[in-house]
């Protein structure tokens, strides 16, 4: 399924903005890191295009238009997501001891774990440099202070989300329950703040705001159930991680969670065991592969992604959207759940 085209409406001046608040950052070999990480360079300085699909500040511009508001307005609020977004994924590289992301190394794989450390901890601060500066923009200074305090707030869960995950991998009774409420805000928090951020930059009613970001929790959790999913069985030339990626760093995503879950009592303790390993090899990912088909697991996954898709589309019909604004959130939630990378 290609993405719709509405994904790519904003690209220019959310990548314009981005740079131009990184221009001025200093010493260089910080510059150097965070232009690295966004996509712009590669590791030596020269030119790259690894910009990823920025869904985040996107959302957050789509709905600002589709509740009438002016997408400039809402530019630096965007960025601001962006950024809050990557200090996140700096940092979870980190922790998670992952050196690849999308098929290049990770900032802590090149400059060690101190610097990117650093480099996280600067995505954040320029993120807050970026929301405070909505007013330049256009954005009254109410807007602004819900905006900024809603974002922070966003960003509070997201961390409570990533130390559960954490918490997660010494466990193999992870129940569904616990593991959506660890989704809700490891990567539902930022999906609600995108919506009702844009909402806050259209000027919408309380009830407006509430509504989108509900439709965005609800969609985060798809999002991350679709993700988890192409972990296990998605395709290399589209991932960027070979099939079964996720089973060998012994994450636990939602058909691991599953499987642990529903598979007989035999099984369970052979996953046990090679959960608790070190390094998983190939016979144990078929394995447990073999164990997944058995249960299901990728039909769950998409039933369960399905659900929260739905759940999100009831929220959007309730938040007052334009004819052409609530098309393209529709056509943004289904490309999603569709999507193969």
Same mark, same amino acid.
């Given at each position: 399924m290609q993405p719709p085209a509405a994904l790519s409406r904003y690209r220019e001046p959310l990548e314009l903005h981005l740079r131009a608040l990184l221009d001025t950052q200093q010493p260089p070999a910080l510059?150097?890191?965070?232009?690295?990480?966004? /996509?712009?360079?590669?590791?030596?300085?020269?030119?790259?295009?690894?910009? /990823?699909?920025?869904?985040?500040?996107?959302?957050?511009?789509?709905? +600002?238009?589709?509740? /009438?508001g002016e997408a400039s307005h809402a530019l630096p609020i965007a960025a601001a997501l962006e950024l809050v977004h990557?200090? $996140?994924l700096v940092h979870?590289?980190?922790?998670?001891r992952d050196r690849k992301r999308h098929g290049r190394d990770t900032v802590w794989a090149l400059w060690g774990e101190s610097q990117a450390?650093?480099?996280?901890?600067?995505?954040?601060?320029? #993120?807050?440099?970026?929301?405070a500066s909505a007013a330049e923009a256009g954005l009254p200074?109410?807007?602004?202070? =819900?905006?900024?305090g809603l974002l922070a707030e966003r960003t509070l869960e997201m961390v409570e989300g990533q130390v559960m995950d954490l918490g997660f991998e010494s466990r193999t009774d992870v129940s569904e329950d616990e593991y959506l409420a660890m989704v809700s805000r490891k990567t539902g928090a930022l999906f609600d703040a995108s919506l009702a951020l844009g909402a806050i930059a259209a000027g919408a009613s309380s009830p407006s705001i509430e509504s989108l970001g509900r439709c965005g929790r609800a969609l985060g959790i798809a999002f991350q159930a679709r993700d988890d999913a192409l972990g296990v069985w998605g395709d290399e030339s589209r991932t960027g991680k070979a099939a079964g990626a996720d089973i060998r760093r012994r994450k636990k995503s939602l058909p691991v969670i599953l499987t642990f879950a529903r598979a007989d009592a035999?099984?369970?303790?052979?996953?046990?065991r090679i959960y608790s390993q070190e390094d998983v090899g190939e016979r144990d990912v078929d394995w447990v592969l073999g164990?997944?088909? #058995?249960?299901? *697991?990728?039909?769950? +996954? #998409?039933?369960?992604? /399905?659900r929260y898709r739905d759940s999100a589309?009831?929220? =959007? *019909?309730?938040?007052? =959207? $334009?004819?052409?604004?609530?098309?393209?959130?529709?056509?943004?939630?289904?490309?999603?759940?569709?999507?193969?990378?």
């Open positions: 510059r150097r890191m965070l232009c690295y990480h966004l /996509g712009w360079e590669e590791a030596d300085g020269s030119t790259a295009d690894h910009t /990823g699909k920025r869904l985040r500040p996107t959302l957050c511009l789509l709905a +600002c238009e589709a509740l /009438g990557n200090f $996140s979870d590289d980190v922790q998670d450390i650093n480099a996280g901890d600067a995505l954040l601060a320029i #993120s807050h440099r970026a929301i200074t109410a807007a602004v202070v =819900l905006a900024t035999g099984h369970r303790g052979q996953l046990a164990v997944m088909d #058995s249960l299901d *697991a990728q039909a769950y +996954c #998409s039933d369960l992604a /399905g589309l009831r929220e =959007l *019909a309730s938040a007052g =959207l $334009s004819a052409t604004g609530g098309r393209e959130l529709r056509e943004t939630a289904d490309f999603l759940l569709a999507r193969d990378y």
